[in-house]
Each structure stands twice: as C-alpha cells, then as structure tokens.
C-alpha cells in the first residue's frame, strides 16, 4: 500500500472513533491517565507535523505556534507543554478549531508525500502510522472511561460490534520444554524499537493456558473472599486494594445483588463466559496466587504464543519492562518513544479488542503500571 | 413586575451571558471553585423544578431524576449528588440536553405562574430569581477563569461592555462619629437570611475612603517588595504567598517587563487607572497593612456606605462572616443556603462590574475564604 | 514579688511539669499542633537569650548559635529555624545537653537581674514569664497528647491532682440587658496587645449559662446521632467529621460499649458530671445548634464573667479573632506575638485546668482553629 | 559454632551498635523509611519471641500482649500493627523498658536452646541470626539518618573504623563470554527463600567494570549538568529530580562553595577516591547514561563475581526483583519475609561497608525502590 493511502486510511479510522461522540464528550479528563479525545485528534496531527511536515516540507507553514505547547505529549525535546493533569481544563482549541487543523495538515501531507519520499521519512511515516493506532486504541479506552464514570452511563453506540468471545478452548495447559528460544522481532515489517535486539533467553519448562481467565472465574475469586485475604497480594498490591477500597474489575457494579459491567452498549448484566478485563496487575496476580498457579514471563508467552488464540486483552506478565540487551534509544526526541519508561512498569503482551487491525504481533511490547485498568487487561495463567 | 415577566427576564439574561461561549467552553473545571457554565444552567433550573414545581405544582412530571444527583450544589436535604471537584468530569448531560430540561421546566415554570401564587411560593420565587443572579455573577467569573487559564487567551466578547472605572475620587477620607449604629436590612423589599436581624453597633470615630485603590496603587505595593515581606502579611497569609509563589493579583502576567492582564477582551496593558481586582483577603490585608492603614469592618462600611460610590468591587471587609443577633436558620433545605457557611470567611461589602442591575444594596453580605481570587474583589481603606 | 523571685518561680514550674517524665517522652511529636517537650523547654529558654540577654546583658556570651535555629518558634524576624513539623525529628540537642542550657541562661540571667533593670526590660521581663506560663499549659497538654496517643496509654503521675469539677451549679441562665458595654483591659497589672484596647460594644439582651455542658449532656448528643446528622453543623465542620471519621471528642474510647477517657491517670471511666473538653469548635457549635441554643460572643462573655465561675475550660465563642479597634503591633519581632494570626481563628474565654495559677483574667483572649481539640476546651451556652 | 554462641554473638552485635546512642536518638523517625533504633532492638527480639519461644518452647509466658502490636514490623499473620509512620510517635515503651524485654528474652531463648532443638527449629534460629543481622545493616543506615539529618551534624562515633576503599583498581572492564549460566544459591548453608531456585540464565557476551565509580566520576556528573539534562533520566527519574530538587547524592552540601559530606565522624570534606554512596536507582541509571554505558542486570552481576571485589557498596542492577523459576513463598508468616515485596522495585547485588561481616555471599539479592538513598548504595558499570 502506498504511503498516501495509508496515511487516509489511518486518519480516517480515527475519525470514524469519534465519530459517535458528542462535542462534549471530547473535552473532559476524569483521571490523569485518561486524555480527552480532542486531545488525542490534535496530538496525533501535531505528531506528524512535527515530526516530518516542519524539518522535512520546505516551505512548511506551522498552523500555529501555541499548538506546540498544547498538543506535545511528552518529549522534553520540543518544549514546553501543557501539564498532563490540564488536558481537561482547556475548553479551546474548539473541537471544530482542532479539526481545522487537521485538515490543514492532512492536505500538507498529501503534497508532502506527492514528492520523493526518502528512506528516513518513510521509516517516520511508519512510526507516525503505529503511533496514531496507539491512540487509537487509547481513544477507545478513554471514552469509554469518560462515558463509563459518568452517573448517566450513556452507550458509545449500541451498534458497536463487539468481538464474539465466547468460543470454547480447551482447558488443558500447554506444555513447553526447557531450552534456548529466540525472543524479539526479526523480519522486514515494522516494529518498535523496544521489540529490538532479537536475542536468546533461556526458559525452564513450563506450562501456559490457551485460554483467558473468564468472568465467571473470576466471580469466584470474587466470591471466595479474594480481596479480603492479604495472602494473595503483594504489599503494595494490598495497599492499593485498601487504599481504594477495590472490590472487583473496573465497570462493574452491583446492583440488587445482581453484576452488570459497564460496556460500548451501555450497563449490561455481566457476560459470564467472556473473559474478565480491566483489572490491574495486582489483581492478576493474586488471581493466579489464590489459583496456586503464577503469570507467565513476556519470553515465556512468546515463546508459546503460536500454540494459542490471543488478541482480545492485553496480558498481564510477570515481566519487568525492561531493555532487551543491545538496546538503543533513537537520538533526537523519537529517542524518546519508549527508551524512558523502561522503569516501574509491566509488559503486556497481545492485543485487545479495540487494538486496530494489523497492529500488533507476537513480539509486541506493551507496559503500563502495575495499578492501571483503563485498559482492556486480561488474565492468562502458567505453571 | 409580575412573576412571569420577572422570572423570564431572569432567565433570559443567564442565557445572554452563555451566548458568547463555545460549546467546550461550557464543560470545564479548571480549579475547584469554578463550575462548569452547564452545570451552572442546570442548577438553577433545578432550583425551581425542586423547590417550585416538584412541592407545588400539581401533576408536574420531573424532567429525569438522574439530574437531581448531577444539579444538586450542596443541599444535603435533597439528598446524593455529584462531588465538587466532578463536575468538569462529566460530558453528559449535553448542552443542547440542559437546555432542553431548561425550555421544559421554563414552560412548566410559566403554567404554573399562570395559577394563584401563595405568598410564600412568591417568596421562594424570589429567592429562585436572586440566586439565579448570583449564578450569573458567578457565571462571568467562571468564564473569565475558564478562559483566562487557557494558553491561548481567547477573549469572552471582544464587545464586552467594561464600565467605566476611571472617573476622578476625591483622596480625602470621609470621617464617621463614634456612636450607635443601626446595621442590617430594613424595608419592604426582599433580603436573604444573613442580612437579618437589623440591629444596634457601637462603633469607635472612624475614617473611610470614598475611593477604591488603583492597580498604580497596587503596583507600588508590588515594587516596593510586598510580596517578599513577612511583616505585612499574617501568618497563614504568608504560608499561602510562599505556598503558591503568589507574586501578583490573579490575570497579570509580566510580558517583558511590561504588565498585562486579561480581561473579557483578552490579554491587555494593565490599565493604571482602574481599581485593582482578584485580590485575596491576605493581599487586601497586606496592602493595608504596608499603607499603615487597614480594611473597614462591615459594619463602618455599612454605617459610611451612603456618601461614596461603590459597586465597582466586591470590598474584602476585616469582618468575619458570622451570623447577625436572632438570625434563624429556615427550616429544611433553604435553611441550608446561609447559615453554614458562617465560619473561617470573610465578608465582602458592595457589588462588582458583573453583579446583575438592582442585585445588590447597603446591607447585602457577600463571603469568601481568605484566598480566593477569581471574584471581582478589590480593596477600600479605612484608619 | 521582685522579678529574680518571679524568674525562678515560673522557671522552676516548667521542671516541676517535665519531672514526670522519661526521656523519651520529651522528644516526639505525634501531630504537628504538639511540639516535643524538649523542644518547649529550649524554647522558652531561648526567648530569655534572645529577647533579654543578647540585646540588654553587655558582654553576654550566646551559648550555642546553632539553638537559635533549632528553638525558633515563628520569629520571622529572627531569622530561620526548623520547619515545625520537624520538631520531632530532632534527637539532639538532647534533654540533658537542653538543661545545661536552661541552666546556663538562668546563671546569666540571675546575674542579669541583679543590676538595674529598665522599665523596658522590665516589661519584657513579664511577656517572658507569661510566655513560659503559657508553655507550661502547652506543655500539659501536648504531654497529655503524646501520652494518651501512646497504645500503652500510660499514665503522666498517678498522683496528679484533677481539680473537683462536680459542684452542682444552678441551670438557670443569667440574664444581661441590651446596652453599651466596655470590653478589654483596664487597670495595671499585665495584659497581652490583643486585649487592648479597651472600647464600647453594644449587646443585644441575651441569656448566658453558669454551668458548662458535661459529659452526661455531651453523650446525649452522640446518642442522639449528633455526629451523624449533617444540620447541626457548619458544612466545614461536616467536612472535617466525614474526613477524620469522629464520632466523640478526643481522648474518648468506646470499650466494650462503655464510655472511657483518657486523663493524666491514664484511661478511666467517663465521669459524666465533669464538664466535656477536648472538642473542637465544630462540635461546641454543633452541640448548642443540636440544643437550639448558640455559642456566647466574646463580649457576651466578658460582660457576663463575673457572675459565673469559669477556668476549668477554655471556652469556645462564635467570635473570630479580631483586632479591637486601635489596636496596633509592636515594632520588631515582639510584634509577631499575636497580630498576625488575627485571621481564620476563633477566640476563646476563661481558661483551663492546666492553666497556670494568676496566668488568666477577664478580658483575656485565647485563640484557635476550628478544628483544634488537645486543649482543654469546653462549651458554655447562650441565647 | 553452636546456637548458643551464635545466639549471643548476634544480640551483642547489635546492642555495640547502639552502645554508641544517647537514649534520644532511640526514639525519632525523621522520614518513614528510617525506623526508631528502640523500634529496632524490640522486634528483632519479638521475632525470636513469636516465631520461636511462643509456639515452640513450652510454658513460656509472652513477655508483654501489647508489644506483639508495638514491634511486628509487616506481617499481616500475626495481627494489627502500628503503622509505619507511627513508629516515631511513641515514647514507649522507653529503651529502658525495652532493653528489659530484651533481656527477658535471651534468659528465655538461653534456657530453650539448652534443650533438644529439631531441624525445624535450627532453621528459624538461622533465619532470626540472618534476619537480625538485616536489622543491624539498617540500624547502621538508619542512625546515618536520624544524625545526618539534625543541624547539629552529631558524630556517631569518631572512632569508627572506616573501611579504605581507596585502592586503586584496575580500569580494564572484565570480559564475559556469550552462553549459559547458573545463577542462584546452592551448598549447604543458609540462603534466603528468594536466592532459590538456581537455575539457567542465557547472557550475550558483556563486560563489566571491575571497579566502583568514584566520587570524582561521580562529581564530572553534576559538574557536567546531569542533574539539569532529561535526556539521561528515566521519565519517572526525571520527575523525582525535579520534584524533590535534588542536585547531588545524599549527605552531599556544598559548603561556601566545597562539597562535604556527613559520615559516621560528622561532616567531612568529600572524599575523592571513594566510591559514590547514597544514591538512588534513577541517579545510577542516568550517571550509566550519561557515560555511554549501563548498569549489569543481576544476572551479569553473579556470573562475573568472582573476578572483581565486592562488598563496599549495594550495588543498583537493571534488573526488577522478580522470582525465580520455582520460587514458592514459606506458608505461614514466615512466608510474608520476600515474596510479597516483588514488584517495582530493583536488585542490588553486593554488600556494604556497614553489612555484617559473612551475612553477605554472591548469590544475595537485596532490593529496594527506585528512589530510595539512605543505603550505601553504588554504581558498577556494564557494556
């Protein structure tokens, strides 16, 4: 697929997400993780004009200086920036204003990329491509949030497809050998460089589930007294679920006695045989502790990860998020990327079921801080 | 005027002053004070579907009782509602939602007025119009933070009509008699709760100044090191100065040397002439102090009120917010409107550039904390 | 009684209190309201040194510069000292070394006192023995508060002897007709600056108790669901029993469905005559809304005193400390004593059973926070 | 060497620690990582108290009921606690009362080891010998603390034996070849549960220094600006930096100008040629970044031990404290000593110039957060 047509095709896909908010609904931030989706809009533009339209499109015109300051994420290399916690206490640039600037900048790139394009600017055109079907996803996660926290608990659209998953897989462990296995990416495709150097690890035998911890087992866990029982937690997850006064998953609730969960369809009574999410790593693991069982590593799940169906939640590890050995950062601010989160955090592995089509692989790195749920997290188990 | 002529006059003006926004604009909360503008339309239309239409109109269907919990501000007798610092978090209700709950119960509203009106559903009718206009100071106050906070500065209504503020005050302070003075509200019209009973003050020979202090005035306070010196401030007052780095009133900012602050208009030069605003009670204090003079009381403001102009500022008075001889709480929920809040605020005495026309009088008591800025307050001396 | 006298009796009073003590209770600080004993007792030492000695004692040899620093209380003017709520991490200067220094400063200051003593000196003499004896009281009851926190609960001295606070008193209100009355001091023995200057208020008629609430009344407040029903209070102090969970004063322990308070005996049964202390303003007004009857004002009580007796309690009035009219700081740090925390108080009458003998009068004026309960505070109602 | 003498050996080590101590410094906790020493000295006594005399030696009388909420450090196993932040609140029991306690103790463990000890037993005797030599490692850094932190700067001991860490080292990093390697315990003699169990780990090729970085290296850091410079942080690190404002390892100042540090003598000129000590993870990860190179993971560490010396400094690793394959936690409370604390925080491998003499070995993994200081922590580089 050529570069323009890639290019539309993701843009379009973002806006298509949006397409069912209210102009309302892009605007607020009910927690710090969560951005609002006009930010998300302006963001991912500010991405590319940042990163290729200003040092790459001689004659480039920037839309608009302040822009910079609103629409930068992170990257202490490009300035100063509105403080996370502020996303949601800025009612302009207008939602109107902000598509604005979009369009400006999509026919700027449409004539960008008419030109020759060099293998370094493709390389970022990639990597501009992967980075808005992140925010993609984290669009998904974070409207729902906004629409699931407020008291009204509006659906998103009732017609939104949600993946069948309820299939019936074996229960029956997988068995893997003790050995050298080969972990990281290799091939021509895109990856990120946190999936770099492909490198050996050397795994004990072990075995993995082929399938997700379900909502019903969960509800046993639940019902078992499993977060009133300090043994299965690790301190800090203890303190947390004290803390917080945490009683289940993020989105459900009990009403009369009766659990529903907060979905794209608004509160519906929960789906027992679907597989629980939006739980945090702690509650992963003292899941698996009350099982007698654990989480697998990240090399432990891609080394397995052809044996089984994966893709509709994120799975929690064991595994640090770490550098694998060799690992650079990128000068400049894409060294920025993924490079200085490489602390306090855990990996992730597969996809969910709002990750874009394509998006991932089995050598995805995903990681986020033992305490979050927002996302669709789930539960795979080893032994 | 009648009731209806009156309550649609009310009405309509609350909508005037949102005309001017963004629809964004009307969904955030960037500081704990501030309310969303619809929050704002909402509550004071719950105000009447809850203390008019639900107890007295027979047959009157609620609008959706969810809202109850969303518009409630503080009125514990009517039961949960959504904490504070939520209400920039929540996207739902709509705006165009809101304004249709407020077209259903302004036509509600408007059948009823049809009917015999008891005197005391007159008297809550009343009270519904004065603290409709209290939203509506606090609506343009909301907005100019709203706005005032955002890296970009927009203006309200570039054709916002500032009054004028710059006319020539006689310096000479106006001195008052020791004596018995008669302080609060007497007459036919109506009151809230605070201003009652009127009753006798002995106050010591004293002076006031018919003028109120100028940002020239403030700017010397300034330059001459005010803000970095203890001595003019109390103890909390200097805990709060070094706490939030406060170095200025609210809105200025020192553009190269030069200062600015924004007004409805936008970011301008400060104008010297005009009287100083978003002032704290401590910077009010400190000024003084650093003049060797100090705040009036408010009963020597009350006692002097009839031979200088004001209505420019909410004056920071040196009087606590407490309860006058006889005051009575109501009984049930409208009890709570007053008496409450009559602990660890100071009283202001006057009006400001955006209390509504005939909102205020002599004896009206408006109260804040001792650090809050965003209000128009300003600063009169007395010795 | 000449001031060598005077010095070595309040001095000596100070060490009376600490020698119940064991090392180890005069260094922590279990909440920062409560400094360390020891710190107390290198305080009051160094208000002498610093406010006598080393301006007036020609050739006096300071002992250890570093104590200014670490004695310090909140003298802005004499430069800086560990942040408050560091007192209690301070192991040295140890007790022992702080002896040496009291000792010290009374060897020079005996000698001082020997010479001729200015009238200046003379007056700064008698702040500072009313210092120490306001100290003394403090350090009663932060002893009392580092004590009763202890989950040992031991007890301060067995043989302390509690004042009889059970004498039948009449419960018939007094009576005080409306007119002028004359509020402050007069005459020529010591007063502190807030108690000047003398000036006329006038008084509506009112009805003042001669008795205190006790602890019989007070429980009939709790078991009624006084801490559970929002109207009785100021929504702050709602705020303050929702956030810190209270549900009886201080010091009070429920064991076993009986009544228990903490005394410097150690834990005891309540004894349901004496008169409630330990409360917080919230809850003296709370009580006397839940009673339908109010907290006297400060002048109230001035111009009722000498028909009642008072000085087992601290009083809590509906007054915020104010300045009286007139009243002005003094130059220097001996300025700091009392005007700058003249915001966000409320003032209290009359004195407590801690209070040192001939230290409290009529018009003498306490003053503390709303939510502050380790004094010996009590309530006296009004109407 | 029998129980007993051991026994004896290990207690009396720990009280020639605090032979040093005035009885004030036993009591503070000037921040919640530091413990009181007393605090200290009673649970490393209540350990042998519940974990062996109370379930194992028959009609033994437990000392004191209340001391078993006072001295239980984190295990939810044995009941309620004071909270951590507490521990510096209480002023008793006092040292006195505690070394009786300890005292009432050893005559008892002395009389029990007398007697028959099973297998089961010896092993929880070895876990208390080890586990008390844990606290005296933290007694050392704790009483670091509570002096270094007082603005006397007291001497611990002047003539405490400083190790010479200043021999000269070779620069050459040491070289190690790609392949499989064991990591973990193995022999016969104790180990803690999460050194277990050895097993097979892939390296690349690497080298690592067999030298400490110094403080002159570590100066050429700040001097460059590394404190000021993003790019070599983590993005939490870079967040603590700034919100802490920290600009030099702790119990650094810089004094007129010359940088000083306090040790176990009191303040002293900084020692050039001495290994950087006090520093968090986040400031050994940027120092590594800021040279080119990195830090070793765990497993790097122990598979090149033997080639370099060791035992001056923890060292910080790359790697997160996770389990190893097969680790499984004790049941009961002995199984809360490691496993609940594996996550975010990091390994350091090593031991420290205040480690016990032989408590340490090459397969001893201690952890802690990524920003804590107060442990004689340092930096060995990797490639």
Redesign the interface.
């Known amino acids: 697929m050529d570069l323009i047509t890639r290019y539309q095709e993701v843009r379009r896909r973002t806006e298509k997400i949006c397409s069912y908010l209210?102009?309302?609904?892009?605007?607020?931030?009910?927690v710090v993780d969560v951005s609002p989706p006009?930010w998300h809009i302006g963001h991912v533009t500010w991405f590319f004009e940042t990163f290729i339209l200003k040092p790459y499109f001689m004659g480039y015109q920037e839309y608009n200086p302040?822009y910079n300051?609103?629409f930068n994420s992170?990257y202490?290399?490009v300035g100063n920036r509105?403080i996370r916690t502020?996303r949601?206490?800025?009612?302009?640039?207008?939602?109107i204003e902000i598509y604005s600037y979009r369009k400006y900048v999509d026919e700027a790139m449409e004539g960008f990329l008419c030109g020759e394009i060099s293998d370094e600017v493709k390389e970022l055109m990639i990597l501009g491509f992967n980075h808005e079907e992140q925010h993609q996803e984290l669009l998904m996660t974070d409207i729902k949030y906004?629409?699931g926290?407020?008291?009204?608990f509006?659906a998103y659209n009732r017609a939104h497809a949600a993946p069948d998953m309820e299939k019936v897989v074996s229960d029956d462990f997988i068995s893997v050998n003790e050995g050298?296995y080969e972990i990281g990416f290799t091939g021509d495709g895109f990856c990120f460089d946190n999936e770099l150097n492909r490198?050996?690890?050397?795994l004990?035998a072990?075995q993995i589930s082929p399938k997700l911890v379900t909502n019903a087992e969960y509800l046993e866990f639940i019902n078992s007294g499993g977060y009133q029982d300090?043994?299965h937690?690790?301190?800090?997850?203890?303190d947390w679920v004290k803390t917080n006064k945490v009683e289940a998953p993020l989105y459900w609730h009990n009403i009369d006695g009766e659990w529903h969960n907060y979905t794209y369809h608004g509160l519906e009574q929960l789906h027992l045989k679907a597989p629980v999410t939006h739980i945090s790593?702690?509650e992963a693991?003292a899941y698996a502790s009350w099982k007698g069982l654990r989480l697998p590593t990240e090399f432990e799940w891609e080394a397995a990860a052809t044996q089984f169906n994966w893709g509709q939640r994120w799975e929690w590890t064991?595994?640090?998020y770490?550098?694998y050995?060799?690992f650079a950062k990128a000068p400049g601010a894409i060294?920025e990327y993924n490079g200085?989160?490489?602390?306090?955090q855990k990996v992730l592995r597969g996809a969910s079921e709002v990750t874009p089509p394509g998006h991932s692989r089995i050598t995805y790195r995903n990681f986020f801080q033992?305490n979050l749920r927002w996302q669709f997290t789930g539960i795979r188990l080893a032994k």
Chains 1, 2, 3, 4 share one sequence.
Do not use: C
């Open positions: 209210q102009t309302e609904d892009y605007v607020v931030q009910p006009k302040d300051y609103v992170y202490e290399t509105v502020d949601g206490n800025l009612s302009r640039p207008t939602v906004i629409l926290h407020n008291p009204l509006p050298i490198h050996k690890v050397y004990n072990y300090f043994r937690w690790h301190a800090e997850g203890w790593y702690f693991y064991e595994s640090s770490l550098p050995p060799g060294g200085k989160f490489m602390v306090n033992t």
